[in-house]
């Protein structure tokens, strides 16, 4: 899958290539260590697409959280009052 292709996909949509990708991902393991899979570089392809989902994601959630207005802190203010004489 292209990054053109995943740009174009919606957050729910994001998670459930992940989630199919790490599925397929586990498989291949498990075929090159029973040496049964023939085309080893499949595994490389596989985590770039997964790494490029989660970047993807990681780019909406830190989207999401610039849109919010983050609440203005008030400074302390302290009731007593301190003596500087002793």
Same mark, same amino acid.
């Given at each position: 899958m292209?990054?053109?292709?995943l740009k174009k996909k919606s957050e729910a949509?994001?998670?459930k290539v992940l989630a199919d990708?790490? =599925?397929? +991902?586990? !498989? #291949?393991?498990?075929?090159?260590?029973?040496?049964q899979l023939k085309n080893?570089?499949?595994?490389?392809?596989?985590r770039t697409v997964i790494a490029?989902?989660? =970047?993807? +994601?990681? !780019? #909406?959630?830190?989207?999401?959280t610039k849109n919010e207005k983050p609440e203005k802190?008030?400074?302390e203010v302290n009731d007593?009052?301190?003596d500087d004489k002793k």
């Open positions: 292209e990054f053109k292709e949509e994001l998670h990708y790490r =599925t397929k +991902l586990r !498989e #291949l393991r498990f075929k090159d260590a029973n040496k080893v570089r499949e595994i490389r392809a596989v490029q989902a989660i =970047t993807l +994601l990681n !780019e #909406l959630k830190n989207q999401n802190l008030k400074p007593k009052k301190v």
